[in-house]
């Protein structure tokens, strides 16, 4: 019989605020906003992935 593991629950916060006007915009993208330590299962269930600690990034764009 396979054995069963159990890993702890998270719960993982994104934001991601933004500005726009007619021709420009910027956005700000924090991922794991709380810094949560969690896992994921990847295959079908066969692999597993620790998640990435919290990152951030930044996009502007101009609209032409």
């Known amino acids: 019989a396979m054995k069963q593991i159990h890993f702890p ?4 916060f994104n ?3 933004f500005y726009e006007t007619k021709t420009w915009g ?3 993208n924090v991922f794991n906003l709380s810094n ?3 896992f994921t299962a990847n295959g079908g269930d066969t ?10 990034d930044v996009t ?5």
């Open 9 to 12: 629950s998270a719960l993982v």
């Open 15 to 17: 934001l991601s605020p």
């Open 26 to 28: 910027v956005k700000f």
């Open 36 to 38: 949560e330590r969690y």
């Open 47 to 56: 692999r597993l992935q620790v998640n990435l600690p919290r990152r951030w």
């Open 60 to 64: 502007l764009t101009r609209k032409f």
